[in-house]
């Protein structure tokens, strides 16, 4: 069964420091999006990307943070300057259409900012 | 803001049914009730949604009372696998397309 995969499972980082999240969605899938759950907290939408577009972004989305798909394939968040309170694990998620029900996650990477 | 409402957690003993109960007093007309659930340390999984009838796949079934007002997940013969955080959400069928988790209620099977 195709899966949503995220690499790397654990990426430790210093403060200031830019990182960069990867995810390869399920290969028929259109629509994209990013959540993160701190520790102990909720899951929590970050953005959603459609055709290349940011199709909705949350408040927690500033400036430091972006996303893109360079390839047919992945689809990656940045965030330009860590801070400590952007340790979480961060879920890519995929939906194959518009009307589709499901959206699909990854297994997550935790990111730690020291 | 999730507009639902879950018990903090719950237990039930394996191989009977999990019953879980959600409360959505201010569900809208054409909002779906949507259930994920959240094994320790992984992603989010879909289990099933409805916006009515009650509905019944291979994890799940899902009873949505007449007044649509609050349902129950039910798993029917639970495994200690099925020990995760369960999320009822309730969403509209297109538009805002990202999912507002809650706290969830977290299922624990025991033995």
């Known amino acids: 069964e195709p899966e949503v995969t995220q690499t790397p499972s654990h990426q430790v980082t210093q403060m200031g420091q830019e990182v960069i999240l990867r995810c390869v969605p399920i290969s028929n899938h259109l629509y994209f999006y990013w959540y993160r759950q701190i520790l102990g907290q909720k899951v929590e939408f970050l953005v959603s990307?459609?055709?290349?577009?940011?199709?909705?972004k949350s408040e927690i989305f500033d400036d430091q943070f972006s996303v893109e798909r360079p390839d047919g394939s992945n689809f990656t968040l940045k965030i330009r300057s860590t801070k400590l309170e952007d340790s979480a694990m961060y879920f890519c998620?995929?939906?194959?259409?518009?009307?589709?029900?499901?959206?699909?996650f990854g297994p997550g990477t935790r990111l730690t900012v020291t | 803001d999730a507009k639902t409402t879950q018990p903090t957690s719950m237990d039930c003993a394996e191989g009977r049914a999990a019953n879980l109960p959600c409360n959505h007093s201010t569900i809208s007309g054409n909002e779906y009730v949507y259930w994920y659930r959240q094994i320790h340390s992984q992603g989010p999984q879909y289990i099933i949604h409805g916006l009515k009838n009650n509905e019944t796949n291979e994890m799940a079934s899902l009873i949505i009372t007449e007044d649509r007002k609050s349902s129950t997940l039910i798993l029917p013969h639970a495994t200690l696998r099925d020990t995760a955080v369960y999320y009822c959400?309730?969403?509209?069928?297109?538009?805002?397309?990202?999912?507002?988790f809650g706290k969830g209620t977290r299922l624990h099977i025991l033995p």
């Open positions: 959400i309730v969403r509209p069928p297109e538009g805002d397309d990202k999912i507002i």
């Open positions: 990307f459609y055709n290349n577009e940011i199709s909705e």
């Open positions: 998620a995929s939906k194959k259409a518009w009307s589709a029900t499901e959206q699909y």
